[in-house]
Structure formats: structure tokens, C-alpha cells
């Protein structure tokens, strides 16, 4: 099993749509959680941090964690031809675990 | 805030030579570094992780010998691939915590590695 799990889609939504990206992680004493955006041939970008249960928003984008379920998530409201990236998921032990990431396309 | 520069973005050797990417935390300081690899669409893979003034921790599958990790400096860690081969062609991405206030890392532009 990975230790961390996403969708490698692509998820297609269109402009103005709300793009749900999820992630889930086997170690359940991982206590942090980020979001970072990859286009493609550059580095990791972060978007969003999280450490306990519960929504933190940030913009137009929100991260959904429960740490019950191994469970995070990230909301992009109001997607744009823009976000079109890789999303990848981190979870943080004393080291960054990534997923493969979520390839995402918001189309006109 | 949290800038983490690398220095070269791209880099293109002849097979046997070594190669020195340098990372630079611009307006921190780095207690520690990190340095990953990415082949094409895949996701970061870690190869070490490096203390200011102190042995870097390589990961399993990494060889020390070959990539030679040096953080000097609270600010400057370095990467040399040594002997470099065709193999080794990736996108070295190394990261920064600071340590103090929270675990995020900020990860520097990337240097692209072709070896011929």
C-alpha cells in the first residue's frame, strides 16, 4: 500500500466549476499536511498547509482534513484555466511523503 | 518571504563528469535541507536530508558516494553528482525548513540535469 494515495486523473472541469482533489495516507501518526501545485517542467508550489480537523480556506481554496478517515482534501472554487497543473499531496511525519499527483484541467 | 533559490536551473554534462547544483535559502535560515529527484511524471522522490554541520541522511537506494551532499552554511546546502551517466538525467529539486516556526519546506526552481 502507499503511503500516500491519489487520483492521477486528469480532472477536467470547466471555468467557474468547483475541482475537488483528494488524498489519502496510511500513517496515522503523520501530523502534517500540504498542498503544493507543480506546472509542468517547474518546481513544487505551496498552496496550502493544514494540521488539524476540520476546513482552513484560503482564497479560493479551501482543505478538507480528517484524520479519522486518512483523509485530505483540497476545494478549488472559481477554477480557472490557470490552475491547470499537478497537484501533488504531502503528508509530514519527519519527512515530506508525496503522492503522484492529480493532474488537473480547467477548460474555457 | 521563504525564497529557496538553485543554481544552475539547467545543466547538460558529458557522461563521466561531476556536476555541483547549489541551494540557497534567501531570506531564512535552513536548519535543514532537502534534496529531491523527479523523473518525468513522477512524483518527487527524496534523496537525502541535510543538516547544517552535520552528516546528510540519505535514503535507502541512494548512493552517498555518488551524490555528495554538503550544508556548510545555514543558508547553502550543495549537490554533486559525481561520475555522472546518462541515468542520472533528472530534475533535482531541493527544499528548505526552517525548523523554528513551522515543518513546511519551500522548494527552490529545480536544476534539469542532462548527461550525455
Known amino acids: 500500500q502507499k503511503e500516500v494515495e491519489q487520483n492521477s486523473g486528469p480532472l477536467s472541469v470547466p471555468e467557474g466549476a468547483i475541482a475537488s482533489l483528494n488524498c489519502t495516507y496510511s500513517?496515522?501518526?503523520?501530523?502534517?499536511f500540504f498542498w503544493y501545485r507543480q506546472y509542468s517542467g517547474k518546481s513544487p508550489e505551496l498552496i496550502m498547509s493544514i494540521y488539524s480537523n476540520g476546513d482552513k480556506e484560503d482564497g479560493r481554496f479551501t482543505a478538507q482534513l480528517n484524520k479519522a478517515s486518512q483523509y485530505v482534501s483540497l476545494l478549488i472554487r472559481d477554477s480557472q484555466p490557470s490552475d491547470s497543473a499537478t497537484y501533488l499531496c504531502?503528508?509530514?511525519?519527519?519527512?515530506?511523503?508525496f503522492g503522484t499527483g492529480t493532474r488537473l484541467q480547467v477548460f474555457p | 518571504g521563504a525564497v529557496v533559490s538553485q543554481h544552475p536551473s539547467w545543466v547538460i554534462c558529458k557522461s563521466g563528469t561531476s556536476v555541483k547544483i547549489e541551494c540557497r535559502s534567501l531570506?531564512?535560515?535552513?536548519?535543514?535541507m532537502f534534496w529531491y529527484r523527479q523523473f518525468p511524471k513522477q512524483s518527487l522522490m527524496l534523496m537525502a536530508t541535510s543538516n547544517e554541520g552535520s552528516k546528510a541522511t540519505y535514503e535507502q537506494g541512494v548512493e552517498k558516494d555518488k551524490f555528495l551532499i554538503n550544508h556548510a552554511s545555514l543558508t547553502l546546502s550543495t549537490l554533486t553528482v559525481t561520475s555522472a551517466h546518462p541515468e542520472d538525467s533528472s530534475f533535482y529539486i531541493c527544499s528548505a525548513r526552517d525548523g523554528v516556526s513551522t515543518d513546511t519546506q519551500y522548494f527552490g526552481p529545480g536544476t534539469r540535469l542532462t548527461v550525455l
Open positions: 531570506d531564512f535560515q535552513a536548519t535543514t
Open positions: 500513517d496515522r501518526v503523520s501530523q502534517s
Open positions: 504531502a503528508v509530514s511525519t519527519d519527512k515530506l511523503i
